[in-house]
């Protein structure tokens, strides 16, 4: 069998182990291990494997993903998402879709110190969704805020799928977190711009309530004080080059520690329980990292990235259709696979491909650019049927919403991720602008 059919094979015998509720690590692991033995054999495989796991999580860099995690199981269990919501509720929640508004305003809010879109949107579901309900929100409505809110926790640095974007394409952390700031607002502002004309057209998916007089907002305000020092102190030092983002990380997490313990809302229960989510979460994605290095050893084997990326670039196509395309079956693959899964499952593919193709921009630029790219149409798979992982994230805690409703409740949020995704790919200035600048 030549390689090309080999890895053909073995991507459509990973998929139906995936529909079989197979974890994507074990069976990254089992059919990469399988085809490298197939190719170079048993005694070159094991010696490979060996060596492979200590070589992955002896990275350094890689600490930076269950400090984020820790991070962000502090703040949720510190009641910080609750003032959000409730500090951006006191000031917009007069306005039609007000409520709403304040959730996709606290949600980026809370992704500036969480870093995880399954987190932000359980989070939210427990914080906003009886808040949303008690002011006789639409159900459907409320349900499909709340997920695609949710994908604000990966759009806003930091970032997770960010921080496994640049150690599997070898990038630069810190300015992917610059890039990716100036998307995640304007995805924040599109989907509040979506609440506005869908309330607007249908006053009832989400009714005004009474005005909040201005010295009532004061105590909800100061309430979010501690949530924005700490994202100003993380996101605000890598950014200013004072810590790099391992630092950063691990100090918002002592300081997230901190915070929930002088509030009083962090005992020694919600400690342990933070820790035990970081430990499965951080588990969970290192058992992928392994898996994607072993299945990408197989592909690199096969030949097939190197000669799909000549392949390509051979074509003639314009850069700009192919990156579209690529785009395109990313939307479509995020409909029915696990967004960390996804990307490393294509990177070592695209990404090649991507690298090699002339946008008129330096290759480190390029590189910069596709990641925010892959991350927008990854939150855009997280909120797409058949799955959408945040969708079933919110109905697993919205028992009574049919899963059909909140998919319609989502569907004019994935139209207002289209028009950003076209715009960040025509003007890749908006992605580089802060790289450039913070230099």
Request: with cysteine.
């Amino acid at each position: 069998m030549s390689g090309f059919s080999l890895a053909i094979t073995g991507f459509g015998i990973l998929l139906v182990l995936m529909a079989l509720r197979l974890p994507i690590g074990l069976a990254m692991m089992l059919v990469g291990g399988l085809g490298y033995i197939q190719l170079n054999g048993l005694d070159p495989f094991l010696n490979y494997i060996r060596t492979t796991p200590y070589q992955i999580f002896a990275n350094y860099t890689l600490s930076v993903i269950p400090l984020f995690v820790l991070m962000g199981a502090f703040a949720e269990r510190s009641g910080l998402a609750g003032d959000l919501f409730k500090a951006a509720s006191a000031v917009v929640g007069h306005r039609r879709g007000g409520l709403s508004m304040a959730v996709i305003g606290a949600c980026t809010g809370f992704g500036a110190i969480c870093g995880s879109s399954v987190a932000t949107t359980a989070t939210f579901s427990r914080a906003a969704l009886p808040e949303l309900r008690r002011y006789r929100y639409d159900p459907g409505f409320s349900c499909g805020v709340v997920a695609v809110g949710g994908t604000l926790g990966i759009l806003i640095p930091p970032s997770v799928i960010l921080v496994v974007y640049a150690i599997s394409t070898e990038q630069n952390i810190a300015k992917l977190f610059k890039a990716a700031l100036i998307p995640g607002l304007m995805a924040a502002a599109f989907y509040c711009v979506t609440i506005a004309i869908m309330t607007r057209r249908n006053p009832t998916l989400g009714p005004a309530q009474p005005r909040v007089a201005w010295r009532d907002r004061v105590r909800p305000l100061l309430g979010v004080v501690p949530a924005m020092a700490v994202a100003l102190i993380v996101v605000g030092g890598i950014y200013g080059g004072v810590f790099t983002p391992t630092e950063g990380a691990s100090v918002g997490a002592f300081v997230m520690l901190l915070i929930g313990v002088l509030r009083g809302t962090l005992g020694l229960s919600g400690i342990a329980e933070a820790i035990l989510q970081t430990a499965e979460t951080s588990a969970m994605i290192f058992a992928i990292l392994l898996g994607a290095e072993i299945f990408n050893a197989f592909l690199a084997l096969t030949q097939v990235p190197t000669a799909a990326a000549e392949m390509i670039a051979a074509s003639g196509w314009a850069p700009y259709t192919v990156l579209i395309g690529l785009l395109l079956f990313y939307i479509v693959l995020g409909g029915v696979m696990d967004e960390l899964a996804m990307i490393l499952l294509t990177l070592p593919v695209f990404f090649p491909i991507v690298t090699a193709l002339d946008f008129g921009m330096p290759a480190d630029d390029v590189a910069i650019w596709f990641g925010i790219l892959v991350l927008i149409v990854v939150g855009i798979g997280m909120t797409c049927p058949p799955i959408g992982l945040n969708v079933f994230v919110v109905a697993s805690l919205a028992r009574d919403v049919p899963v059909t409703r909140i998919y319609r409740g989502v569907l004019p949020f994935v139209a207002s991720d289209v028009i950003r995704l076209g715009i960040v790919v025509a003007f890749p200035a908006l992605t580089l602008y802060l790289v450039k600048l913070l230099e």
